[in-house]
């Protein structure tokens, strides 16, 4: 089995893999993760068991671009004990109950003092909601509403057990070399702690898609990456800017385990090979399927997609970030997201790959007239193409026409409004009889009769 395998994700075996899918979810869930910290190292090392990624690590106050190497945060502990002593809020029941990044502090106070350091959602009494501070040093915490009215006047002993020291930022890598060195990027962020869909899905959609391309022969070279947001991807940018022109396409995967249809966000460019294909994928398999434009916010697509670098790379989410009321709360835990929901993902992210390997221009060998299909044999193997033999006749037809060296089976697909697999098999069918020449990556223009057959006739 290959990428070539059109049946590649027929294969999967979608409720046994997304049963394994979900136990890594559950099984990193607990840990508390953030832009640095052990629980990114422990998240990264688990990832281990499936791919062998190479794990780096970024000192801190290093200059990246216009930003710096924040320190590093740990925490070990922090609870809210009222008068007689009782946890009332506690770390250790939810890590979401922590502003992410707050600054060590062990002291008593007054409500009064202590009610500007709570974060409550009045509309969700009984979700905690997710907060950080990466950047600016203080101190929070985040709890139900239901708990927070039931604060009365009072004493109250408020610990963050944390730590914020020069460390790293860590990040995961995994490169897996192709047939030739043009890349094909996936990123992923690892920086929420638990949060199930947000951020957990899409680590665990990429490991299991990193998993199985490296059991595939392929065309292209793979780089995952499993970065903090924002400022992990722009530290890999900054450190590794020379490989940044490898890079042909890319998808920031985030928010694949709930139960919404999947939507795909373009890159910057709009048009991008990786744009085409993913709207091509959705749109044939997925009728609800969202297509957005490119915007300037989002996930880590802002700084790939950035000015100086605007790379490839576009955005495969199902609920869109911001616009569904789990969004960065406790809500959006180990129930929200379903098995079958991140199968589907892997089973879509490998045929947009499985489309992106397969998308290459051939050249018609007789581009004088139509060729006489039934000489050559060509309806015996247009046979199983299709059951309707006017659909696959005329797939052969867009085929030949088309193929001057320089037009994708992409761009015959749309311009016919024909299914990319439907022409895939036709020109692999004419490519047997010998009515079709594959042209060699980065050789699509050249030999073409792209102007015309008068000129390619000279
Ligand atoms: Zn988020």
Redesign the pocket.
Known sequence: MSLNDTHLNRQLDLEEIGREMFELVTELFPLCRSITGDGNRATLRRLKRYIPLTLHEVPSGTKVFDWTVPLEWNVRDAFIKNARGERIVDFRQSNLHVVNYSIPIHQKMSLTELKPHLVTLPEHPDWIP?RTTYYKPTWGFCLTHRRFLELSEGEYEVCIDSSLEDGHLTYGEYYLSGEIPDEILIST?I??PS?AN??LSGITVAAFLAKRIASLPRRYSYRFLFIP?TIGAITWLCLNESKVSQIRHGLVL?GLGDTKPLSYKRSRQGEAEIDRVAVHVLQQLQQDAKILDFSPYG?DERQFCSPGFNLPVGRLSRAI?GTFPE??TSADNLAFVRPHSLAKSLSICLDILWMLEQNRAYLNMNPKCEPQLGSRGLYRLTGGLSSDPELAQLAVLWVLNLSDGDQTLLDIAERSKLSFDLMLRAANALEECGLLERRAHGQNSGRAFASGPTKADE
């Open positions: 997710y962020h920086c929420h949060l947000d951020a947001a985030t996930y970030h969004y960065h």
